[in-house]
């Protein structure tokens, strides 16, 4: 099985820096920023308070089991506050601030071995939800969520994203090569969770030696099949990827689940695994710390709460001034003012790059090329949608030109002669539509008394 998708780029994938740089455990700092939102969905509200002492894996927040995770300490020690603080994602969002104590103590009942064939599908999710699992590849939806689809729309094949297509970033392709058997082990949990038949591991063949340390450890299980795909930008896109390994087709407005799929990435198995077979939280993650600014580019685990600052300390800190900092990859990833934030549960890699090799866009005039619809994966029209929102015509683009099948994918920002920031244009566009339907209901509401 070996399909492509239309469009796509192949950019320069930088991995070089990173790709054999085995995963360094960081050691502990002194303070950690936990933010109490870092999934889609609602924030939690805090069950401990200032001077409260915790222990690692501790829940210190929780909220609506349908609409939001827990969040639980990356350390021991004492909370030394709760308030607002800088995010990565936000921008801006309450957060609990932790002074480790040093000693690293687990909570009583974490880190324990469980066997998952005694539990069933409901217990699994639970333990999920508990252990405060999201998606892991940047979209921080909640895991429990979708492995819980409608009764409606049956799931029988469970897509592994293990594609990481995006430059630069390694951490998924380390999770293979370093804990395969964990990525085996969460894939059977999820199957076994969401009643798949089947699980497919989708990696680009730029990764051949984690191709074949997958297909070692799934040998023993017939239903789990690794997928060689093709290096192209974006191949770990749900909808290409469901395309890609299944051949199936998920149209506009729906989601992999109404052609009976879900979609998780390989560092999501992993933390399912540890979740459901260990009892740990989702803690820890592992980072990709490169760019041409970083004087040690690194793979790096390291805890939740943890600041950009101190990650790129430990490897060995900026050897020229940052211009572009970036939280995940260059494509997809969030542009941070500096590095003064946490590490977050869906911050997959931190890349800092100087002026000269950051690029920028000018957004000069449309030439109208067509080289932007040549490269959308997902058949749109890039300049019409950037040149609509530059008019203030965001309902046009809604209704007429498809805004909202845009994955933000950055392929034609990419390919565009004229520099255009067509995906800031997007998501102007998109955050407008939004807020003016809300307007409307407020107005509907208003009158209706
Ligand atoms: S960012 Fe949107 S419009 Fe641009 S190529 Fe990607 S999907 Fe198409
Ligand atoms: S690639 Fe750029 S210049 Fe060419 S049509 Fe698209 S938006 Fe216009």
Redesign the pocket.
């Known amino acids: 099985m070996f399909k492509a998708f239309f469009g796509g780029i192949h950019p320069d994938d930088g991995k070089k820096y990173t790709q054999k740089k085995v995963v360094e455990d960081m050691p502990l700092v002194g303070r950690y920023c936990v933010p109490l939102k870092q999934h889609i969905g609602e924030a939690c509200v805090p069950m401990v308070s200032k001077g409260a002492v915790v222990k690692k894996g501790q829940c210190m927040a929780n909220g609506d089991k349908n609409r939001s995770v827990p969040i639980h300490a990356p350390v021991s020690g004492v909370i030394a506050d709760i308030c607002s603080c800088r995010d990565p994602v936000t921008g801006m969002s309450k957060s609990i601030i932790i002074d480790s104590d040093g000693k690293d103590e687990w909570l009583e009942g974490r880190l324990i071995f469980r066997d998952n064939n005694d539990l069933d599908a409901a217990s699994i999710i639970d333990i999920i939800r508990e252990c405060g699992v999201v998606g892991m590849g940047g979209a921080a939806f909640p895991t429990h969520k979708k492995l819980l689809p409608p009764a409606n729309k049956p799931v029988d094949l469970l897509v592994v994203n293990g594609a990481e297509c995006e430059p630069y970033l390694t951490s998924d392709y380390r999770v293979m090569l370093e804990c395969p058997e964990d990525v085996v082990s969460g894939c059977l949990i999820a199957m076994k969770a969401v009643y798949a038949k089947y699980c497919r591991i989708g990696i680009e063949d730029n990764k051949k030696d984690a191709i074949a340390l997958m297909q070692k450890y799934a040998a023993g299980y017939k239903n789990i099949t690794i997928v060689p795909l093709p290096s192209v930008y974006p191949q770990g896109g749900e909808k290409m990827l469901v395309k890609a390994i299944s051949n199936r087709e998920v149209s506009s407005g729906k989601l992999p689940m109404d052609v009976g799929c879900v979609v998780l990435n390989v560092s999501t198995m992993k933390a399912i695994a540890d979740a459901v077979e260990k009892n740990i939280p989702l803690i820890e993650r592992i980072v990709t710390v490169s760019g041409s600014s970083i004087t040690c580019p690194k793979n790096i685990r390291a805890r939740i709460g943890t600041g950009f600052n101190d990650a790129i300390a430990f490897c060995g800190g900026l050897k020229r001034p940052a211009s572009t900092i970036i939280m995940g990859g260059p494509m997809m990833g969030i542009a941070q003012t500096d590095t003064g934030v946490p590490i977050v549960k869906a911050c997959s890699g931190i890349l800092a790059f100087s002026e000269q090799d950051a690029g920028s866009a000018v957004d000069r005039p ?8 040549d490269a959308c994966p997902m058949r749109l029209r ?2 019409m949608l ?1 040149m609509l929102s530059e008019r203030n015509k965001y309902k046009t683009a809604l209704l007429e030109y498809d805004l909202l099948d845009c994955i933000e994918c950055g392929c ?1 920002a990419y ?4 520099k ?1 920031n ?1 995906v800031q244009h997007v998501r102007k566009a998109k955050a407008q539509n939004t807020m003016n339907k809300k307007r409307k209901k407020l107005e509907i509401n208003e009158q209706r008394g």
Do not use: D, L, Q
């Open positions: 449309c030439i109208r090329c067509g080289r932007c619809m890039p300049n950037s034609c390919v565009c002669p004229a255009r067509i």
